[in-house]
């Protein structure tokens, strides 16, 4: 333990002898003392005055707490689902997700928390995800994951932080910017995995609930980096021969043959890009079941990688036929959505939408939808599925699977 705290000595003392695992993952912890709340930062656990307060065994329950932020990073990984979210992002939605994850798996594990706390169980019942059981709830959900669903839609957010109040929530994660994060995502799962085993050898404490948590698990790649991979690959330009200009290295070799009197090489020809601008045609299912945070993260990552390539960027609106369309601009896309009356509700037909996309003459077609409609004939170019749906893959086409984390 750091010199610099003597506040949490006698809880960490203890810790050793109740719960091995947690024990050792204190060892990669930075401890220090502070006059405020307590909270994690980074690798860092600062304890406030209020630590005294609490009966030793809601102290080692808290210390346990603040040292499952940092074994998870759940710092870091508050940075990173604010990049995806943007503006969108509710840094108390996160806090609560984590806090909700860490104290089920204490509880879980006969560690004794301050009271009144946020509990998995109970979260997911406010939300209307109720769980079967504590260790259900554990293997089902990760913190991305219910961070995700917390940021859903307005009534959601609502019934959360309601739901967060009557349990006396603070948030007690912060981002860890100040550059405390020493350590990788590799290092810190390797050490999670050396105390767990620790921690199943003594049979006691966290060590045995280390399998079913799905918190512990290597994250999935979020779905907006496999739909940049695809988009990007479709949309760059390749350069092309051209006999109208020299390629550079044949300007040098030129230049060295006539400065010593040699025989002239032989021409070789440089590189042109095309002169076509490449297009990205979106087109959104209005009839289906997306909701708008989903609809955000896909528009806003598809016109991110529209800018980047410098391609253009078409909305089509449709449901049985085409009701919407307009150019996207560099601006956010829901500048371009307010205000616009999307038609809800009806039957869905891809062919109407793959017509209008053809005459764009497309790099690529995006289609964001459920896939609940019959499939007309492939079309030329390459079309990408994103659909929320476990339905049945289509005739053609890459299937992207979004919002499973």
């Not at 496999?226 to 109208?244: E, F, G, I, Q, Y």
Request: hydrophobic share 40%; charged share 25%; proline share 7%.
């Amino acid at each position: 333990m750091s010199a610099h705290t003597t506040r949490a000595r006698a809880a960490l003392a203890h810790m050793a002898e109740v719960d091995p695992a947690l024990s050792v993952l204190a060892l990669w912890c930075r401890h220090r003392e502070t006059t405020g709340a307590t909270r994690t930062s980074g690798e860092t656990i600062y304890y406030g005055p209020a630590f005294d307060t609490l009966p030793l065994p809601q102290q080692i329950g808290l210390t346990a707490h603040h040292i499952f932020h940092v074994a998870l990073r759940h710092s870091a990984r508050a940075r990173a689902m604010q990049e995806r979210l943007g503006d969108r992002f509710d840094p108390a939605l996160f806090g609560l997700a984590a806090d909700a994850i860490v104290n089920e798996t204490l509880i879980l594990a006969d560690h004794a928390m301050p009271r009144p706390c946020v509990t998995l169980m109970d979260l997911l019942d406010t939300i209307g995800q109720p769980s079967p059981s504590q260790q259900h709830a554990l293997s089902e959900w990760d913190t991305e994951r219910l961070a995700i669903a917390l940021h859903r839609d307005e009534e959601t957010r609502k019934r959360a932080g309601a739901f967060g109040q009557t349990k006396g929530f603070d948030r007690d994660i912060e981002t860890g910017e100040d550059g405390t994060d020493s350590q990788s995502a590799a290092d810190w799962r390797g050490h999670v995995l050396r105390a767990l085993e620790a921690g199943r050898q003594a049979g006691a404490g966290v060590g045995t609930l280390g399998a079913i948590l799905a918190d512990l698990r290597a994250a999935d790649v979020p779905w907006e980096r496999h739909l940049r991979r695809v988009l990007t690959k479709a949309l760059s330009v390749d350069p092309r021969l051209t006999w109208r200009r020299p390629a550079n290295r044949w300007v040098a070799m030129e230049a060295e043959a006539l400065a010593a009197n040699a025989p002239t090489p032989v021409f070789e020809p440089g590189q042109q890009r095309h002169a076509f601008r490449p297009r990205i045609v979106v087109g959104l299912d209005t009839s289906s079941s997306i909701d708008p945070l989903t609809l955000s993260l896909f528009a806003a990552e598809a016109a991110a990688i529209a800018r980047r390539t410098g391609a253009e960027a078409h909305l089509l609106a449709f449901d049985d036929k085409v009701h919407f369309e307009t150019p996207v601009g560099p601006g956010p896309w829901e500048t371009t959505l307010n205000g616009r009356e999307m038609l809800r509700g009806g039957g869905t037909d891809f062919s109407d939408v793959l017509d209008r996309a053809r005459t764009f003459d497309p790099s690529i077609v995006v289609i964001l939808t459920d896939l609940d409609a019959p499939f007309p004939p492939a079309p030329r170019f390459p079309v990408i599925w994103a659909t929320p749906a476990d339905a049945a893959p289509p005739p053609f086409g890459t299937v992207l699977r979004i919002g499973r984390d």
